[in-house]
């Protein structure tokens, strides 16, 4: 069993920053690619920001120069800075692992979730 649990959400003004945390625990060999993703209701969930097992990083043109995604394999924890929040950031926020477990020697790649974090940007 694989667990991500996820912290840090909250309201903030518009400017203001927040610091998303998520903790992957469980029976796990491995750890590629992290992810954050986002969604709005009635809206699909989109892409914000992945980073691979190496520390190169992706992100959404909307969120450039403003978010920042990093990870600590150590602790099998991802995070994304959000600084210079703007209202349409307003989403809950969802962690995502591609994760390789390993039982009884055999290997299985499973995709994780969190279970989701709310982000209110509003004044």
């Known amino acids: 069993q694989v667990q991500l649990v996820e912290s840090g959400g909250g309201l903030v003004q518009p400017g203001g920053s927040l610091r998303l945390s998520c903790a992957a625990s469980?029976?796990?060999?491995?750890?590629?690619?992290m992810d954050w993703y986002r969604q709005v209701p009635g809206k699909q969930r989109e892409l914000v920001a992945t980073?691979?097992?190496?520390?190169?990083?992706n992100s959404a043109d909307s969120v450039k120069g403003r978010f920042t995604i990093s990870r600590d394999n150590a602790k099998n924890t991802v995070y994304l800075q959000m600084n210079s929040l703007k209202p349409e950031d307003t989403a809950v926020y969802y962690c995502?692992?591609?994760?390789?477990?390993?039982?009884?020697?055999?290997?299985?790649?499973?995709?994780?979730w969190g279970q989701g974090t709310l982000v209110t940007v509003s004044s």
């Open positions: 980073i691979s097992s190496g520390g190169s990083t």
């Open positions: 995502h692992a591609a994760i390789e477990t390993k039982t009884w020697g055999v290997r299985r790649n499973l995709d994780a």
């Open positions: 469980g029976s796990i060999f491995n750890i590629n690619a």
